[in-house]
């Protein structure tokens, strides 16, 4: 199974749906909390080249945000990134 990396903060409704998604695949995320954290919300933002959460890495690939997600996940791209 791949990596998943996540940045997100605990409240966001988009980390919320990002988590729930992901979860549903059986799949274990690494959430890297940027709330509260500026250097490490600018370390995301340096890697994403985005400013809002979630951002989603999978393997080191950029995914980018939950609607990015949501949609490779309907495309049947999402299971393809996890499981191959």
Known sequence: ?????MYATLFCPYCMRARRLLKSKGVSIKELRVDGDNKLWK?????????TVPQIFIDD???????DLARINQNGELDKLLYD
């Not at 690939?61 to 609607?67: P, S, V």
């Open 61 to 67: 690939r950029h995914i980018g945000g939950y609607d």
């Open 43 to 51: 370390v995301m933002e340096k890697r994403s080249g985005r400013n």
């Open 1 to 5: 199974m791949s990596e998943v990396v």
